[in-house]
């Protein structure tokens, strides 16, 4: 069975791959190139949603996806999901 880990970062691959081992013959695949999912949620859970979603849908295969960034208190919880583009200044949907 292959299984589509929703990421584009090679090193969150490759840590992914060294956690999971080997698990029950899953075989985890990148996400397609094609698939280009637009991080437009308001929590770190709906980012990972729409990943997962749109690598399934472009691979028609079971997709899994996390997302993640920094919340600082002193901030009121920014820039979580912000966190990517906060130092470039741009607000611009991350792809």
Do not use: W
Not at 71 to 87: I, M, T
């Amino acid at each position: 069975m292959k299984l589509v880990l929703a990421t584009r970062n090679e090193g969150k691959f490759k840590e992914f791959l060294e956690l999971a081992g080997e698990v029950g013959g899953i075989e985890f695949v990148p996400m397609p190139e094609k698939a280009q999912p637009k991080e437009i949620g308001d929590s770190f859970l709906e980012n990972a949603i729409i990943k997962a979603r749109v690598a399934a849908l472009v691979s028609k295969l079971p997709a899994v996806a996390d997302d993640s960034g920094l919340q600082v208190d002193a901030l009121g919880g920014a820039p979580g999901v912000h966190s990517a583009r906060y130092c470039e200044g741009s607000d611009a949907d991350r792809r």
